[in-house]
């Protein structure tokens, strides 16, 4: 149980780092940080590219492994015999 819970433990670390890097890559929708620093300027075209679209998934599935890696960490520290 113990591999487990370190396997989790670094899969955490790694799909966080991943996860900050990729949020940081989207394009700046407007109204908020991104127009303080200039993100403004840019116009907004309706759609977007299938860069933007694949980043998109890429992210999700990758914020689903982060959720899925804390609940698997939780429910095995709340069921820890010590």
Known sequence: MQI???????????????????ILLHKGRGGGLSDMFGGGMTS????SGLAE??????????A????????ALGLITKFQVI
């Open 64 to 71: 689903l492994v982060w959720f899925v890696a804390i609940v």
């Open 4 to 22: 487990l819970e370190f396997v989790l433990q670094v899969l955490l670390g790694i799909t966080s780092l991943l996860l900050t890097l990729l």
């Open 53 to 62: 679209r694949n980043l998109n998934r890429f992210t999700i599935v990758l």
């Open 44 to 47: 907004a075209l309706g759609s």
